[in-house]
């Protein structure tokens, strides 16, 4: 069973940056789908950043140019970047996973039904 673990949240000044961490334990290897999504209060779960086992990435139309997700795979590590941030940006910050081991390759998705693993969120504050 994998689970995942977000951490780097905290308060920022409009504009600021701040990098996000998730690191994912148990049995990791095979193919995956790793992603970032938020939630702001009072609206649904989406999707912001998506990643493959072969490297491709996707972006909501709303964070793309200001956030880059990567991982650093020797220590199962996913991160999400984020500059410029916005006061719009506030919201919980949750890392989500899914690993699959039937030999074919799954594309990166922003869809949160793509996903089985999800960590405990981390909050995200950006003041003005």
């Known amino acids: 069973q994998v689970q995942l673990v977000e951490s780097g949240g905290g308060s920022v000044q409009s504009g600021g940056s701040l990098k996000l961490s998730c690191a994912a334990s148990?049995?990791?290897?095979?193919?995956?789908?790793m992603g970032w999504f938020r939630q702001a209060q009072g609206k649904e779960r989406e999707g912001i950043a998506s990643?493959?086992?072969?490297?491709?990435?996707g972006y909501a139309y709303s964070v793309k140019g200001r956030f880059a997700i990567s991982i650093n795979s020797a220590e199962n590590t996913l991160y999400l970047q984020m500059n410029s941030l916005q006061p719009e940006d506030t919201a919980i910050y949750y890392c989500?996973?899914?690993?699959?081991?039937?030999?074919?390759?799954?594309?990166?998705?922003?869809?949160?039904?793509?996903?089985?693993?999800w960590g405990q969120g981390t909050q995200v504050t950006v003041s003005t």
């Open positions: 990643l493959d086992s072969r490297g491709i990435t």
């Open positions: 148990g049995y990791t290897s095979g193919s995956y789908r």
């Open positions: 989500a996973a899914r690993y699959y081991f039937d030999g074919y390759y799954y594309p990166q998705s922003l869809q949160t039904s793509a996903y089985n693993t």
